[in-house]
Nanobody, 125 residues
Framework: QVQLVESGGGLVQAGDSLRLSCVASGRTFSSSSAAMGWFRQAPGKEREFLAA????????YYSDSVKGRFTISSDNAKNTVYLEMNSLKPEDTAVYYCAARDRWYPFLYGGYDYWGQGTQVTVSR
């Protein structure tokens, strides 16, 4: 079992930056395709994939909606993944979730089996 704990959310103004963190615990990832991802869900909307990174070689993948503004990174020694968010907009307001997988899946935007509780990000005008 994997436990994920997100932190770093809060209330910011448009144009500000914020860094989210997600610490994974519970077991060691063994699959060469193990990855961590960030998703978000705004009120009344479906959950949206944002970014992902593989543990083995740090390969990243971004959705078009955040490419160039958000950066995902990892610290394998700390079992922690980060999401650096720049030039935040009011439409970035959502609950942000960290997710993990420890198996093969053909795409980095899917196949996640473990989820954190989420952290609220609110961007005011």
């Amino acid at each position: 079992q994997v436990q994920l704990v997100e932190s770093g959310g809060g209330l910011v103004q448009a144009g500000d930056s914020l860094r989210l963190s997600c610490v994974a615990s519970g077991r060691t990832f063994s699959s060469s395709s193990a990855a961590m991802g960030w998703f978000r869900q705004a009120p009344g909307k479906e959950r949206e994939f944002l970014a992902a990174i593989t543990w083995s070689n740090g390969r990243t993948y971004y959705s078009d909606s955040v490419k160039g503004r958000f950066t995902i990174s990892s610290d394998n020694a700390k079992n922690t993944v980060y999401l650096e968010m720049n030039s935040l907009k009011p439409e970035d307001t959502a609950v942000y979730y960290c997710a993990a997988r420890d198996r093969w899946y053909p795409f980095l935007y899917g196949g996640y089996d473990y989820w954190g509780q989420g952290t609220q990000v609110t961007v005011s005008r």
